[in-house]
């Protein structure tokens, strides 16, 4: 069985602390997605990597890092929270076909 | 315009409807076609690759046309635990594997 885990499925963080979000695969996947879902809006990719060490840039970026030190690991930093980051983030896995999705991290910036 | 574009709707059907869902894509080289299931408060799954031949899965049919970029799901006879979000969504036409999301139809079988 295929696995995406996220760390946390809930977290609050305050205003302006700095926020990491980590997800680890089991598929041996080189391709990692961080997406973030907001009602109204659906998923939009903030960064993905196809590679270790290797990182582009969605298409919401801002705000945002990332690191992929390792293949299995992909990790979401948060510079310094604003309460426009409250949102769900999602981590997907993907080979050759379709991507795999972690649970979900409910990001609450008070 | 989009990349990728669905009606949110919400889809209200009875039990035992056929229900349609139509997806747009822009990007006329696009690769591979998939719609997933996402359930309330739940990461979103595969629920089928689509096929320029066309493929079934039991009561769910997914369709591609590239001549006119856009993706279809028919499901017959719905069931109550058919009621969730479909995503579309299209593989980027680049090497790096990157999925592009719709924003999801919403569908709610109705006894």
């Known amino acids: 069985d295929v696995k995406v885990t996220q760390s946390s499925r809930y977290l609050v963080k305050r205003t302006g602390e700095k926020v990491f979000l980590e997800c680890v695969q089991d598929?041996?996947?080189?391709?990692m997605f961080w997406y973030r879902q907001d009602p109204g809006l659906g998923l939009r990719l903030i960064y993905f990597?196809?590679?270790?060490?290797?990182?582009e840039k969605g298409d919401i970026p801002e705000g945002y890092s990332v690191s992929r030190e390792k293949k299995e690991r992909f990790s979401l930093i948060l510079e310094s929270a604003s309460t426009n980051q409250t949102s769900m983030y999602l981590c997907?896995?993907?080979?050759?076909?379709?991507?795999?999705f972690g649970q979900g991290t409910r990001l609450t910036v008070v | 315009r989009k990349e990728v574009e669905q009606d949110p709707g919400p889809f209200n059907v009875p039990e035992g409807a056929t229900v349609a869902f139509n997806c747009t894509y822009s990007?006329?080289?696009?690769?591979?076609f998939f719609w997933y299931r996402q359930d309330c408060r739940k990461e979103p799954k595969l629920l089928m690759s689509?096929?320029?031949s066309g493929n079934e899965d039991g009561r769910f049919t997914a369709q591609l046309n590239r001549a006119s970029q856009y993706i279809s799901l028919l499901i017959r006879d719905s069931k109550l635990s058919d009621s969730a979000t479909y995503l579309c969504?299209?593989?980027?036409?680049?090497?790096?594997?990157?999925?592009?999301f719709g924003q999801g139809t919403t569908l709610q079988v109705k006894p």
């Open positions: 997907a896995g993907k080979g050759a076909a379709e991507a795999f």
């Open positions: 598929m041996d996947h080189e391709n």
């Open positions: 689509v096929y320029s």
């Open positions: 990007n006329s080289a696009s690769q591979s």
């Open positions: 969504v299209v593989n980027d036409s680049g090497n790096t594997g990157k999925l592009i």
């Open positions: 990597s196809y590679d270790v060490k290797m990182k």
